[in-house]
């Protein structure tokens, strides 16, 4: 299995930055895509960014050019630098891997347990 432990979520004024981290552990064979999604209240979660393993990047075109998302393969830890942020950015953000895992035949999927940021106006 795979655990996700998500740091660096808060409250911000508009127009500030903060920095989220996610760490994965576990008996993870290859990472193949680490990513960000975000949901708002009263909103469906929705793709933020993700890198994937030869460095592709996807970003939301609501966040491109405002965040930047980055990875340390040595410490299997995705990054989600989040400057110029506004109101319409706050929600919980949660952390997703797709791993192959020992043991497990295929591709699995993780999630963190989610970190708020809310950003003021």
């Known amino acids: 299995q795979v655990q996700l432990v998500e740091s660096g979520g808060g409250l911000v004024q508009a127009g500030g930055s903060l920095r989220l981290s996610c760490a994965a552990s576990?008996?993870?064979?290859?990472?193949?895509?680490m990513g960000w999604y975000r949901q708002a209240p009263g909103k469906q979660r929705e793709l933020v960014a993700v890198?994937?393993?030869?460095?592709?990047?996807i970003y939301a075109d609501s966040v491109k050019g405002r965040f930047t998302i980055s990875k340390d393969n040595a410490k299997n830890t995705v990054y989600l630098q989040m400057n110029s942020l506004k109101p319409a950015d706050t929600a919980v953000y949660y952390c997703?891997?797709?791993?192959?895992?020992?043991?497990?035949?295929?591709?699995?999927?993780?999630w963190g347990q989610g970190t708020q940021v809310t950003v003021s106006s």
């Open positions: 997703n891997v797709r791993a192959t895992v020992v043991g497990i035949r295929g591709e699995s999927e993780y």
């Open positions: 576990g008996s993870i064979f290859t990472i193949n895509v």
């Open positions: 890198l994937t393993a030869g460095g592709t990047t």
